[in-house]
């Protein structure tokens, strides 16, 4: 019981850090600052990054990183800020001075943040680093998650947001290989179902299938709800294809009998063949929770896979070609498109 408790806390916990997270750097974003790709909406899951697209900025990379500090100096001045809010912006200034070469300033703002968020400073990293590093500066991205690692090494957190920023550069090996590590020493209620979730997908990209299906199993535990659980059940469907096992009867059993009217439930209900691929696409252009969180992106992930595993090769390729094109490069489903399309 007391792991349960402790489990919803951190989540309700990353829920506000994600909309702090969206807040700032739509805020950020709207005077001309900061081209990051920013998602949209709800979280599938609390181990899964949201999903959407971006817009990038037209501005001059020198204009909008001098632009960009000036703009957080001057709301970091304002001291009615709540720590998270404050922590999120200093995150996003650590970042910009980690790209004008200010290290130390760098790593000043996120001492600052663990004096503000003791014990939460490194989520909130985890969380924002993925989404600023999608605006094309990973390497930036990467130091500042650094520099967080310098602070309190060895961090789940802080290894998960290192491991998605080189996924977004395909470098999927030595994302396994820190999550191996990082796998083998989390412990926690969040922490270890979100290494185990990202390990998946290093799995999955490099092939494993049957360790990648493992992996989004494994991230299960612990969580009693379908929403909480869907985002990787779905992701073990996909594991399970390649390797010709039984995806839709694993998939049905756990959701045959619960509602799925809410997104994503569409894409399960469309896998167990309870909906029609026209269907599928219809609720992903009209439900209002798709539409805010890019709901055509996952649905032509999930349709290629539904394609691959009756066996029309075709139609998987075309489908996870128009994922390819659907979704950003942050996201999941386009890496896992992407290294999909190599097989077909």
Known sequence: MQA?????????????????????????????????????GAEWDPAAR??????????????????????????????????????????????????????????????????????????????????????????????TLDYGLQRKPNDPWLVVGQAQVLMQLADFPRALSVLDSTVAGASGSGDRPAAL????HANFNLGNFAQAAADFDASLQGRTTLKSRLSALLWRYAAMVPGRHDARAALNKEVGNENLYEWPGPIAKFLI???????????????DQ???????CPSAFFAGMEAQRSGNRQRAREQLQLAQARCPTVSEFNWAASSQLKRL
């Open 197 to 200: 979730f990202y390990r998946g």
């Open 4 to 40: 349960r408790l402790q489990c919803a806390r951190l989540l309700g916990m990353r829920h506000e850090i994600r909309r702090a997270i969206a807040a700032s750097i739509a805020l950020v974003s709207l005077c001309g600052t900061v081209s990051a790709q920013v998602p949209g």
């Open 290 to 296: 798709a539409k805010r969180t890019n709901g055509k």
């Open 50 to 143: 949201q999903f959407g697209s971006g817009q990038g900025s037209s501005t001059s990379p020198s204009t909008t990183r001098s632009s960009s500090l000036e703009t957080l100096n001057k709301i970091l001045s304002a001291p009615q800020l709540p720590a998270l809010d404050r922590s999120v912006y200093l995150n996003i200034r650590a970042f910009q001075l980690t790209r004008l070469g200010r290290e130390a300033d760098s790593q000043k703002d996120i001492a600052e943040m663990g004096k503000l968020l003791p014990n939460t400073w490194q989520v909130v990293m985890s969380n924002l680093m993925p989404e600023l590093a999608g605006g094309g500066d990973r390497a930036a991205a990467l130091r």
């Open 273 to 287: 063949g309870k909906m029609s691929a026209g269907e599928l696409e219809v609720a992903a252009e009209s439900d």
